[in-house]
């Protein structure tokens, strides 16, 4: 094995233990010539291309792009590791990482200055959620936060002139929509078991000031603020029926389909939704979806949740300096400036209205632009600085993540009380974190 | 044992077996290449407590990924729910199967065709079957709910998948409907392949068309419901495409199979071991079930 | 059967009542197999804007073909996709992915057409050792190749990867070919054993004593006959190829090697694509596979008839 620089070299020894657990060979240098192996999901596909194409042609580094549907790309990246394909670098989800860092997929990066001096720049809960055992895995692809977002003129005809400041009066205004005959249920939210309902679940528990695992990682997902927020929830359904029971397998992109067909009033989103819906090309409501902060508890606050994906590297390369430098440089290029300016970022931005991590955008005058078209700019950096990193990230995640779905989904649905349900969580959280 | 006897059929048996081993050879090279060591590997894994979080741990465990399994109460849950599915799958299956295979075996203008037609569920790849269904059950914008509505059978969308008592039924629905038209052929061919001097007997004896079904066809049939029931059971009890595809175990846990089980276990949960030794218990299930399978439809029929 | 009954009862009312019966059955029959296909396309020539209505529009009111025109233009080169900054989940958008639907159907044709001609070559003989050949072990051999397809393809996943790479074939259209052999061909040998079984040994005899080896016994003997079982049999192995989604979806990296139903899936899990485009994607999937099964049919229950069911 070539020398390797003490960051990675436990994350290589770990890569080695675990092929000879599966009794493999494990090969962990990459030939310098090999070109670097980039993995993505298959999104903004031409973007990366394009984007790769002037790395290489700047550089002169060789690169091997590939893709994977994403609803089955965290399960064909765990292939290709154990059975060691070539991969360089890799888009990977905030919620993967700690179980891809103690797997010893992927290597820290702190010893690229360069790169790590990006976080000054970037939101809070985005530096955070790329953070592991002390030591930062990589570098922005796109950041966004969980968003509330209303019908304008649905609520005007139902006589409100402005929108709820909080879940109370977001009862109260979806129950004067209802009672007019507006729409059926004025509230969608997405409860499906799918990817985005951690996220959908947590937007409810931080704004009603709710945490779901505290600092030491210890579980409050069963606590008041968080039982309230399922509490409002389960009363959605059940008790003021503004919310469709059919909740439970509405995922994200319907909720989008919904809002965009008339047929919602209020709807927790990614912000970056704001653009399709605002889009008389795609839909009926064009021009009527305004962006208001998240609602607050009874005890809670503006707060929100945000996510990140990021590009993170293998510690095959880091295997080589030279190697080692070339992955630094095709990480800034994407996640850092590329020429000296956010460029990648910016074009993702223009071209898929995705959002970003680096604060310091906001005050740039193309990108208040694109976002002012849709949106309020300023709006939505606000919310931002209120967003917060998903708590319940750990190794255990997707199997904790199971159970909680299945528990809220319980509730929902009026087969176990939220305070059952949210026990029930707790407790696998607990026995989970328990076997390590 | 008279030696001219003894010396052909050792002659005789050489040669055999030569030409056998060489007409075997290809298959076997492939078997053995692409086959055997994963089959291996799997077993060997399932003594292992090998989860990929913790890849320095990897302890040789012996029977405990098999006895933590089956102490767990999740699993059996998920073994009853993988029973009701595969129940209500091929008695649907035999009982639509033999209607269609009755129809056509009888002549009619118009019967190619239909025959035609039929093959086109059993012919859609599952990925695309998933996607029409999922589609067809949309709560918001379903084919399901627009037809209920339209004709009047339900005055408001009604919520399908997402609830819980629905969603089996549901998804076997869906996986019925893929699976009828190659059980009905296979009932179709048993059907045709009844001698006619049966019925005629039976109608020398003045039984009904009805009880002729039920008394001559019905029995002939045994061998094609025995073979249809069998395939469908091993489909059924390992179907996994559908499960992924509409529902991913939910709501609430309730499409939560054993074959859904193996694939959180080993994929989400990353633990390798569990998941092995959960996928050979139901492999083990699969073959216990084909052997009662056998063992009660020959007796019974 | 049928023709008897209507010998033994030639009275008009009972033969009006069972042409009634029959054709209701049939229309029945009819619309169960075909209502959920015909909504796939209905849905699929619809606008971004028809598709959401309520209640839904069976027959569109705008009918469009314009994913489809995406497919093929982008696919045969001659259109690119919607440049960027237009949203992409209205209709009339097409999706980059859209060029690549056509590629990765050339590439299931390919994979498809060598499983079929690989499971002939490597299924037929081992059938007919194992159908008239009594040498030790045969039952043995039987219960072996079946018993390869007991496990849960969900376990194999890894382990099948790690051969893939051992062979130095990720990433090609071989993978799937070797891969998809393997997993067919017990089921082939199955098939083609019941059917060759079913053959009277005195063909076999016969051909010996005039001094035909094994292998020309099955040659000139055996195989002419078995055409039907060998067209249902390569029917199962195309499809089975066809559809197969788990092994391709690890294998494959890059469009040069990815097969339709992983685009079709990536397609369905991108957070940007429209309903009517989603659909169009899975009718071409359907059609292909749809196709060959109706052109085929009647080979399928001849293939089977001296196969699988023994009376």
């Not at chain 1, 004067?176 to 729409?183: Q, S």
């Not at chain 1, 579980?219 to 059919?246: H, N, R, T």
């Not at chain 2, 081993?21 to 291996?40: K, Q, Y």
């Not at chain 2, 094609?224 to 469908?232: I, K, N, S, T």
Request: charged share 15%; with cysteine; glycine share 8%.
């Amino acid at each position: 094995m070539p020398t390797v620089r003490s960051p990675s070299r436990r994350s290589v020894l770990q890569l080695g233990a675990a092929s000879a657990a599966l009794g493999l060979p494990f090969i962990g240098r990459a030939r310098a010539a090999e070109p670097l192996g980039f993995a993505t999901w298959s999104a903004a596909v031409d973007q990366v291309k394009a984007h790769l194409a002037s790395f290489e042609k700047k550089t002169g580094v060789a690169t091997a792009y590939t893709n994977a549907p994403y609803a089955q790309y965290r399960e064909t990246m765990i292939t290709k590791f154990t059975g060691g394909a070539p991969v360089d670098m890799l888009w990977v989800s905030d919620a993967w990482l700690p179980e891809f860092a103690q797997a010893g997929w992927i290597a820290p990066i702190d010893r690229f200055k360069q790169l790590t001096a990006y976080n000054a720049e970037t939101s809070d809960f985005c530096n955070q959620s790329m953070m592991f055992e002390g030591k930062q895995y990589g570098l922005t692809y796109y950041t966004d936060y969980m968003g509330f977002l209303y019908n304008a003129e649905i609520l005007e005809k139902a006589g409100f002139t402005k929108p709820p400041t909080t879940w109370a009066e977001v009862t109260e205004q979806a129950a004067a929509i209802k009672a007019k005959g507006l729409l059926e249920y004025p509230v969608v939210i997405g409860m499906a078991q799918e990817s985005w309902m951690i996220e959908f679940i947590s937007a409810l528990v931080f704004s009603h000031g709710g945490r779901m695992v505290d600092d030491a990682g210890k579980p409050v997902m069963q606590d008041a603020k968080a039982e309230a927020a399922l509490q409002w929830l389960v009363d959605a359904v059940q008790k003021d029926k503004i919310l469709s029971p059919g909740c439970v397998q509405t995922g994200e992109l319907e909720v989008l389909k919904t809002a965009s067909a008339g047929r919602a009033a209020f709807v927790l989103l990614p912000k970056y939704r704001l653009r399709v819906l605002n889009d008389p090309q795609q839909s009926q409501v064009a021009g009527k979806f305004k962006q208001a902060l998240m609602p607050m508890g009874a005890n809670g606050t503006h707060a929100t949740v945000g996510w990140m994906r990021f590009y993170g590297v293998t510690p095959r390369a880091l295997a080589t300096p030279d190697r080692a430098d070339n992955i630094a440089k095709l990480m800034e290029w994407f996640g850092g400036k590329a020429e000296g300016e956010y460029r990648f970022q910016k074009t993702l931005l223009k071209d898929l209205a995705l959002g970003f991590g680096i604060k310091s955008l906001y005050g740039d005058a193309d990108v208040r632009r694109d976002l002012n078209a849709y949106g309020d700019a300023d709006l939505m950096a606000q919310q931002q600085d209120l967003a917060r990193k998903k708590d319940t990230i750990a190794p255990w995640f997707g199997e904790w993540n199971d159970t909680n779905g299945t528990a809220w989904q319980q509730a929902v649905l009026g087969k176990a009380t939220p305070a059952q349900a949210l026990k029930a969580s707790a407790a696998k959280w607990t026995e989970l974190k328990k076997a390590g | 044992m008279a030696p001219h006897s003894g010396e052909a059929r050792l002659r005789g048996v050489t040669y055999d077996e030569r030409a056998a081993a060489g007409l075997l050879a290809a298959l076997a090279v492939v078997l053995m290449a692409v086959t055997a060591f994963p089959i291996l590997y799997s077993l060997w894994i399932s003594f292992y407590g090998l989860n990929l979080r913790r890849p320095n741990r990897v302890p040789f465990v012996g029977l405990d990924n098999y006895a933590h399994v089956l102490a767990n109460p999740q699993f059996w849950d998920s073994v009853g729910r993988t029973a009701y599915f595969s129940a209500i799958t091929v008695v649907a299956v035999l009982v639509l199967a033999t209607l269609i295979a009755v129809l056509l075996d009888q002549d009619f203008p118009g019967r190619r065709i239909l025959s035609a037609c039929l093959l086109i569920p059993w012919a859609i790849p599952s990925v695309a079957n998933g996607l029409m269904w999922k589609w067809i059950y949309d709560s918001n914008y379903g084919a399901l709910n627009g037809l209920l509505m339209q004709v009047g059978f339900i005055s408001s969308a009604t919520i399908w998948l997402g609830d819980s008592a629905k969603t089996l039924p549901l998804i076997a629905n869906a996986f019925i409907w893929k699976e009828v038209p190659l059980a009905a052929i296979l009932l179709l061919v048993t059907l045709k392949a009844i001698p006619a001097d049966l019925y005629s007997a039976a109608r020398v004896d003045g039984a009904t068309a009805f009880k002729r079904f039920c008394h001559v066809t019905l029995p002939a049939m045994r061998p094609g419901f025995l073979l249809v029931a069998l395939y469908e059971a091993m489909m059924a009890v390992r179907h996994f495409d559908l499960f992924f595809l509409l529902t991913e175990g939910g709501p609430g846990g309730a499409s939560d199979v054993v074959a859904w089980r193996i694939y959180v276990e080993t994929f989400r949960n990353l633990s390798f071991g569990t998941g092995a030794a959960m996928s050979y218990i139901l492999a083990i299930a699969t073959l216990l079930m084909s052997y009662g399978l056998i063992r009660s439809l020959a007796q019974k029929l | 059967m049928s023709r008897d009954v209507i010998m033994v009862r030639p009275l008009l009312w009972p033969r009006l009542l069972r042409g009634a019966v029959l054709a209701v059955a049939s229309v029945v029959l009819l619309a169960y197999v075909l209502a959920p296909v015909f909504w796939l396309v209905s849905s699929s020539v619809q606008t971004e804007r028809e598709i959401v209505s309520i209640p839904p529009h069976w027959i569109p009111d705008e009918p469009t073909l314009q994913n489809f025109k995406a497919i093929f233009l982008t696919g045969l080169g001659y259109a690119q996709p919607t440049p960027t900054g237009v949203d992409p989940t209205s209709g009339g958008f097409i999706p980059s992915v859209a060029g690549n639907l056509l590629p990765a159907m050339g590439n299931s044709f390919i994979v498809s057409i060598a499983v079929v001609v690989l499971n002939l070559l490597v299924g037929v003989p081992a059938a007919y050792a194992i159908a008239k050949i009594r040498f030790r072990g045969r039952n043995m051999a039987l219960y072996v190749i079946l018993a390869t397809r007991v496990i849960p393809d969900i376990a194999l996943v890894v382990p099948f990867f790690l051969v893939v790479r051992k062979l130095g074939m990720l990433d090609s259209l071989g993978s799937l070919i070797i891969t998809y052999l393997a997993v067919t061909v017990p089921f082939s040998v199955f098939v083609l054993a019941s059917f060759f079984e079913q053959m009277p040994d005195d063909l076999d005899r016969a051909a010996r004593v005039d001094g035909c080896s094994r292998l020309q016994v099955l040659l000139r003997v055996f195989l002419p006959l078995a055409r039907p079982a060998l067209v249902a049999v390569g029917l199962f192995a195309f499809l089975a190829s066809w559809n197969e989604f788990l092994l391709a979806l690890m294998f494959t990296q890059t469009a040069a090697s990815q097969t339709l139903p992983i685009i079709v899936a990536g397609i369905t899990s991108d957070f940007t694509v429209s309903f009517s485009f989603l659909n169009a994607a899975g009718v071409l999937a359907v059609v292909p596979p749809v196709l060959l099964a109706v052109i085929f049919e009647r080979y399928i229950v001849s293939g089977l008839t001296a196969g699988a069911v023994k009376g």
